[in-house]
């Protein structure tokens, strides 16, 4: 790790400050990304910003049935609060699912959003990759992409996002709030994330000094109803082949709603909109599920390594609607709205 | 939440840079203050072997995935090798040495040696720090649960099935 120096911020304003002015500063927070990636000079910022002292580590219920999480709240907090287990089984679920409890207990969950990718090619600080050193090419394309993305890929980079609690938010149509030079901004978590496209190396659309300030989950009355599989190449501590986060309501035999998104096989946290707007409306019926889960995956673009994921992910979301519809917890959809705020 | 106000209100702050050279820090291990220069890069598993000689924790993989590092800091376990050692000021350090601060080994430390539940050793310290905030934390119900909550710390020799054991012994009398 080369040298480098540190300023503990004291507020947000000061260390968005403090950043934004210097185009080689960098926010330190959990670390968990940071520090591993420092210690393989793949970053190599001048000076750290410590934000561990600001006060945004608060897991709130809002009255409306909703979320509002501080960025620097840690994993396991947000896992273990009530309030989240409650309302959304699945955030719970998703968060206890990654990493492991020492991490969990490191990593905030602004910095889960911005994790950076696990292509080795990337982390190796040496390859040509266009994420790490635009223009130099992307080494994974024709090389070890086991691990790859086959949605939302370019000729640029196939770097997988690796996040599990992002695959979730982005199924509840979550809001990511930040302070930035310019002020406050919340922006839906879909657009949060970008496909690379020609700029591998823009991961999302905030501008350098601008800080997630915190992560608001709208009243979701089908999440009470919800899952996270993931599959992985072992039980635990593992990043995902393929997951998917998915909520479901039936009446009367058909699907009143439904969310769903995958992880493990698309450049960014995947909505998977065209399934869900193929099974609105459709009976609880696997081979309704199937289909689904073809159309959502129409698209695909594997490499001969990860060619895999396209079956994989299928099965996985049929599963995951199985289970939803065929559960213990079947039958009417939840009351909207209910549990007190907390 | 805050930030919440007008954005980028300028105030005075106390803050200041510090390093890249060697920085006075203070550090407050196993209830004991100490002094140490160190540069900002430095780990706080390098500064609690390379500076304060206790060697408990080790370094495995230095990259966040192998667990053998794991300490507490205000009483919840984390992987020193991914925490830098400045941001621990004003924060409380517990390593494996501090663990039972008298002359007697901690139920853990001796349930391990009773279930056999190392060969090489390397992993122990980071087992144990993991395990005992497992028992803490109320994630040692079944062997499913401890299975899971102890993920994040691999044995090579594989004493898993031992060092589960010595959990459910230590879980089983408190």
Redesign the interface.
């Known amino acids: 790790?080369?040298?480098?120096?540190?300023?503990?911020?004291?507020?947000?304003?000061?260390a968005?400050?403090?950043v934004s002015t210097d185009p080689t500063s960098d926010f330190?927070a959990g670390?968990?990304t940071e520090?591993?990636l420092?210690?393989?000079e793949v970053l190599n910022p001048r000076?750290?910003v410590?934000i561990?002292d600001?006060?945004?580590t608060?897991i709130e219920g809002t009255p409306e049935g909703g979320l509002?999480i501080?960025?620097l709240a840690r994993m396991?907090d947000v896992a273990a609060a009530p309030v989240v287990r409650e309302r959304f089984p699945m955030l719970a679920q998703v968060l206890e699912s990654g990493?492991?409890?020492?991490?969990r207990?490191?990593a905030s969950m602004g910095g889960n959003l911005l994790q950076r990718v696990r292509c080795s090619y990337f982390r190796d600080a040496e390859s040509p990759c266009n994420k790490r050193e635009p223009g130099t090419g992307c080494s994974a394309i024709k090389g070890f992409s086991r691990g790859h993305a086959v949605l939302g890929t370019s000729e640029h980079c196939i770097a997988t996002h690796p996040s599990d609690v992002a695959v979730a938010l982005v199924a509840l149509d979550a809001r990511v709030?930040t302070?930035?030079?310019?002020?406050?901004r919340t922006y839906a978590v879909d657009d949060f994330f970008l496909v690379p496209g020609d700029s591998p190396h823009r991961e999302h659309p905030m501008e350098h000094g601008e800080?997630i300030?915190?992560i608001e989950v709208p009243a979701t009355p089908v999440a009470r109803r919800s899952l996270y599989l993931k599959v992985r190449d072992r039980?635990?501590?593992e990043f995902a082949l393929v997951s998917v986060a998915a909520a479901l309501s039936v009446a009367d035999g058909t699907i009143a709603d439904v969310r769903m998104a995958l992880g493990g096989v698309a450049t960014k946290p995947w909505r998977a909109r065209r399934a869900e707007d193929f099974l609105v409306g459709a009976a609880t019926d696997p081979d309704g599920f199937r289909m689904a889960a073809r159309v959502e995956m129409a698209d695909a673009r594997p490499t001969p390594l990860n060619a895999f994921k396209v079956e994989l992910a299928q099965r996985a979301i049929v599963r995951a609607l199985r289970t939803l519809s065929d559960g213990p917890g079947a039958g009417p959809a939840p009351r909207p709205g209910t549990g007190s705020p907390s | 939440m805050s930030a919440t106000g007008p954005a980028l209100t300028r105030r005075d702050t106390t803050a200041v840079e510090r390093g890249p050279d060697p920085v006075r820090i203070t550090l407050s291990v196993n209830g004991t203050e100490h002094s140490l220069d160190v540069e900002p890069r430095v780990s706080l598993l390098d500064a609690l072997r390379e500076h304060l000689d206790l060697t408990g924790a080790k370094k495995g993989c230095d990259q966040g995935t192998c667990g053998a590092c794991t300490v507490w800091v205000d009483g919840r376990r984390v992987l020193a090798c991914l925490t830098l050692a400045l941001t621990c000021e004003g924060h409380e350090v517990t390593t494996i040495e501090g663990l039972a601060p008298e002359a007697e080994p901690h139920p853990l430390q001796r349930a391990f040696v009773e279930h056999d539940a190392f060969q090489c050793g390397y992993c122990t310290p980071g087992q144990i720090m993991s395990a005992v905030a497992l028992i803490e934390e109320g994630h040692a119900g079944d062997d499913a649960e401890i299975k899971e909550w102890m993920s994040g710390n691999i044995c090579r020799c594989a004493a898993y099935p031992n060092i589960r054991a010595a959990i459910r012994a230590v879980r089983d009398q408190t």
């Open positions: 790790m080369r040298p480098i120096a540190y300023l503990r911020a004291t507020d947000a304003a000061n968005v400050e403090a330190l670390g968990t520090v591993d420092l210690r393989q000076r750290l410590d561990n600001l006060p945004l608060g509002r501080g960025a396991s990493a492991s409890a020492q991490l207990n490191m709030r302070l930035g030079p310019k002020g406050e800080l300030t915190g039980a635990s501590y």
